[in-house]
């Protein structure tokens, strides 16, 4: 099993910045895709950002441009980081990842979610 522990939301100004943590632990043969998503109230949860395992990423249109995913492979940690804040990414943010055990079955973990709030 793979655990997913989010650090770093908070309230945060619109025009600020904040950076979010997710580390993964536990026994897995590799961890693969990871992304962030996010979940307003009263909407669907919705994709942020994705990293594959070799650093490619992609980014949903709302936020390009503002914030950018990474990952350390080593530490089993990924990162968003979010500048030029705004009211409308106010959310609960989760991070998930894609990954496989030794007989190569694939799974994915999702983390608890923390939450951004950004004040106009």
């Known amino acids: 099993q793979v655990r997913l522990v989010e650090s770093g939301g908070g309230l945060v100004q619109a025009g600020g910045s904040r950076r979010l943590s997710c580390a993964a632990s536990?026994?897995?043969?590799?961890?693969?895709?990871m992304g962030w998503y996010r979940q307003a109230p009263g909407k669907q949860r919705e994709l942020v950002a994705a990293i594959t395992r070799g650093g490619s990423t992609n980014y949903a249109d709302s936020v390009k441009g503002r914030f950018t995913i990474s990952r350390d492979n080593a530490k089993a940690t990924m990162y968003l980081q979010m500048n030029s804040l705004k009211p409308e990414d106010t959310a609960v943010y989760y991070c998930?990842?894609?990954?496989?055990?030794?007989?190569?079955?694939?799974?994915?973990?999702w983390g608890q979610g923390t939450q951004v709030t950004v004040s106009s």
């Open positions: 536990g026994m897995a043969f590799s961890i693969d895709d």
């Open positions: 998930k990842a894609d990954w496989r055990n030794l007989l190569q079955a694939t799974y994915e973990s």
